[in-house]
Nanobody, 123 residues
Framework: QVQLVESGGGLVQAGGSLRLSCAAS????????MGWFRQAQGKEQEFVAV????????FYADSVKGRFTISRDNAKNMVYLQMNSLKPEDTAVYYC????????????????WGQGTQVTVSS
């Protein structure tokens, strides 16, 4: 099994940037697609971005397209989410997840995920 630990969250003003990191340990995750999801208070998990094992396929939610960038470094067992031009509506707990069995945008498809990191964007 793979264990994931997210970091890099925090409080930022609208228009600012944050870079989230997701560190993987356990079995190799280098062949697994990896995704980022978020959950705002009182809402369902929401797909944010996903990247294939090679990085050759990347998809974003429309709400973050052009502002967020997902990347991975398989040699370092890391996945990243660069978030620019942050908005108050980006406030949520952000989760890293891996190895979807089915839809890459469906939280329920993923085999493992981390504990999340809080991102708060003030207006």
């Amino acid at each position: 099994q793979v264990q994931l630990v997210e970091s890099g969250g925090g409080l930022v003003q609208a228009g600012g940037s944050l870079r989230l990191s997701c560190a993987a340990s356990g079995r190799t995750f280098s062949t697994d697609p990896m995704g980022w999801f978020r959950q705002a208070q009182g809402k369902e998990q929401e797909f944010v971005a996903v990247i294939s094992w090679s990085g050759g396929s990347i998809f974003y939610a429309d709400s973050v397209k052009g502002r967020f960038t997902i990347s991975r470094d398989n040699a370092k067992n890391m996945v990243y989410l660069q978030m620019n031009s942050l908005k108050p509506e980006d406030t949520a707990v952000y989760y890293c997840a891996g190895d979807p069995d089915g839809s890459w945008v469906d939280w329920g498809s993923y085999a493992y995920w981390g504990q999340g990191t809080q991102v708060t964007v003030s207006s």
